[in-house]
């Protein structure tokens, strides 16, 4: 934990959540089940562009920024950073069943972050609501007692910067390919 506030603030959230059937079901939806759903949407909408060469593009861009970010930033954390799970701080059952493992910086955000910051480039409006899909995966880890504020904040972090970094290694999305200049907002559509 890296904030002083977090293992009250966690506790407090998670024995809430625990008290109720509708908002247990609800964190296991949000933090299991809908980054499936934001990971295919993902890929419908990426398919569903008709330039191959703007789909390769955002296509490398978030493979590149998954890898860094989840492959490389987020393992290598892990192995200097040992912070116990909330589940198996508070010496409680998860909402959601997970191992016993550190959580610093959450895997989960460390995927899902590119992805969304991907999104927002093809489609900004759809891009804004996987980036508030993936802080409500967030949010709901930390319900279900798997994550410690600090995991998501972090993992938000590596997601952010596997992006960049994989921005960087590619060529510009419009200015250093003129023949991409010519996509026009159907083609993207």
């Known amino acids: 934990m890296l904030f002083p506030f977090e293992e009250t603030l966690v506790r407090a ?18 933090g299991s089940i809908s980054p499936w759903i934001l990971a295919t949407w993902f890929l419908i909408s990426l398919l569903g562009i008709k330039s191959f060469k703007l789909r390769f593009y955002y296509g490398s861009l978030a493979v590149i920024g998954i890898l860094i970010s989840r492959g490389i930033i987020t393992e290598a954390l892990r192995n200097l950073i040992y912070i116990p799970r909330p589940f ?17 910086p959450s895997g989960h955000m460390a995927f899902l972050v590119p992805i969304a910051l991907v999104f927002i ?10 980036a508030a899909g993936v802080l409500l995966v967030g949010i709901a880890r930390i319900a279900a007692g798997v994550h410690w504020i600090s995991d998501v904040v972090i993992g938000i972090a590596a997601g952010i910067a596997g992006f960049y970094l994989a921005k960087a290694l590619l060529p510009k999305r ?10 026009t907002q159907e083609e993207i559509d």
């Open 13 to 30: 959230v998670f024995d809430v959540v625990n008290r109720a059937a509708f908002l247990k079901s609800t964190a296991v939806f949000l």
């Open 88 to 104: 198996e701080f508070f010496d409680v059952g998860p909402v959601i069943s997970h191992a016993v493992t550190t959580g610093m």
């Open 121 to 130: 480039l093809m489609k900004r409006k759809d891009g804004m609501v996987a």
């Open 174 to 183: 419009l200015s250093d390919n003129p023949h991409i200049d010519e996509v």
